[in-house]
């Protein structure tokens, strides 16, 4: 059972179009993390936020602790945001419990 | 960024033969990681290391073994690598604020 659910799995935007994703967690964490991952690509990661919300140029993450739940919206999505977006939270073990991701499309 | 780097980035090798995959940071980060990245099943934890020689296994350890005899190192070996091994392998360090950096993985193929 995944701990950690994702929606949706595939998105398809046009460019320029507003998006979001969610991340829904089952356990009470200290903070969440979204990864980017470009096709054949490493990962990197976008935000690590642990209450209310983050922005980093056109990428905003939000987190609702009670409500165990986090989204992450993209503002003017353009094509180079094609990529695989990934929820985790740490884990006990200091290792990260991920989602199975959501994969972006921005079409031109 | 943290100077993270794995090697090979890609390897095809033969059923029964042992593979080693190194990871390897240069910025004397205590924890490393060791993930498998598989369609459908998103990325698992295989072993970590907490120091030099404290290593502990992951949620998918059977088949691999780890050493860690110094801080900057982490090795992932496949002792007699499996057509179930085929996937992509990614290091990750975790950062002193909370933050991970991982690497930019390596492909294996097990044929």
């Known amino acids: 059972k995944n701990e950690v659910e994702q929606s949706p799995q595939n998105l398809t935007a046009q460019e320029g179009e507003f998006i979001t994703i969610n991340c829904s967690y089952s356990?009470?964490?200290?903070?969440l993390h979204w990864l980017q991952q470009h096709p054949g690509g490493g990962i990197v990661s976008l935000f690590m936020?642990?209450?209310g919300k983050k922005k980093h140029g056109r990428l905003i993450a939000t987190i609702n602790i009670q409500e165990k739940h986090s989204s992450l919206h993209i503002t003017a999505s353009h094509p180079r945001d094609s990529a695989v977006y990934i929820c985790a939270y740490g884990g006990s073990q200091g290792n990260l419990i991920f989602g199975k991701g959501t994969k972006l499309s921005v079409k031109p | 960024d943290a100077g993270i780097t794995q090697s090979p980035r890609h390897k095809v090798t033969e059923t029964g033969t042992p593979v080693t995959l190194r990871c390897h940071q240069t910025e004397n980060h205590r924890y490393m990681y060791w993930y498998r990245q598989d369609p459908g099943h998103g990325l698992r934890l295989i072993h970590y290391?907490?120091?030099?020689?404290?290593?502990d296994k992951g949620e998918v350890s059977d088949g691999y073994s780890v050493s860690r005899s110094k801080t900057e190192d982490f090795l992932l070996t496949l002792e007699s690598a499996t057509s179930s091994q085929t996937s992509v392998y990614f290091c990750?360090?975790?950062?002193?604020?909370?933050?991970?950096?991982f690497g930019s993985g390596t492909r294996l193929t097990v044929v």
């Open positions: 936020l642990s209450s």
């Open positions: 990750a360090i975790r950062r002193r604020g909370g933050g991970y950096t």
């Open positions: 356990v009470g964490i200290s903070a």
């Open positions: 290391s907490y120091g030099v020689k404290d290593t």
